[in-house]
């Protein structure tokens, strides 16, 4: 029993990645390009990775223009980096456990890096879940950490994923809603992750972000971070959510569920046959907005189809 009476779960808990965390986990090839914190023409403090800024300078796409400093606020909130500090905020707020999610990895996982090297993204969210995994050590019973895995690396992402599942407390993997801005979670290119997750038993968690981390849908519309933020997180997630030709079956992911029922509502109005073409055939009345899915993957629509 928790604080307040019962059990407070934060669901969505980023950390903060040190800078210093980086030549320690990295192998040594890769070190002498280790992500490094910069500050920017505009005196912004900004992460440094293989020619990509975290967050994104101003300009199509802009991310928080606090930078790395007043985005997740290190500079105020220790906890971000320092697990002895973020237990001690949880005590003071009544938090029993908190799910740990990636921040500046989550442009190497999600495959924005500019040089496309595939191995430096691999080796870049192993480093990353290396740290997490010394992170959470402090507590495994209150700290529970996501893996993040290289998405346009699928055997290393596999690799990862059956890496960090087990006795080192990682509740499931993380990933983005697109992979390279060109691949979303519908794509088969995926499903060799959504088998490892299934014979693991795990949850696949899958999160959008609106920092530079992903290239979002509307992002060269808006130079307000605001705006982008705004608009980037319902629709990623109503493009992930949507079912593909290619069927398989989880038994649990996890994303903001307010984001189903639009794609329930387009997928109870339109129809979409195997040879791509649309159908308009409007849902009769009283029929259920999942009633569609259930057409389209010819099953449960309890099950999620990608």
Known sequence: MGKYGYRVIDGDGHVAEPEEMWARFLPPPYRDAAPRVITDNRGVKRVLIDGWFWTTPPGPGVGHPGGYVGGPRVDKYAGGSDPSARLADMDTEGIDVAVLFATVAMGPSSGVLPSGDVEFEAALCRAYNSWVAEYAATDRARLKPVAVLPTRHVVAAVGELTRWIGDLGFVGPELPTNSAGTRYPGDPHFHPIYEAAQSLGVPIFIHPHAGGQILCVGR???????????????????????????????????????????????????????????????????????????????????????
């Open 220 to 306: 060269e519309r808006f130079d307000s971070f605001f705006h982008g933020h705004m608009i980037s997180f319902p629709f990623e997630q109503m493009i992930a959510a949507m079912p593909s030709r290619h069927r398989r079956r989880l038994r649990a992911v996890s994303a903001p569920a307010s984001r189903v029922p639009g794609v329930g509502d387009r997928l109870g109005a339109v129809l979409v046959r195997a040879d791509g073409r649309a159908l308009r055939e409007a849902r009769p009345a009283g029929a259920r907005p999942e009633a569609a899915a259930e057409r389209l993957g010819e099953g449960s629509a309890g099950d999620l189809l990608v």
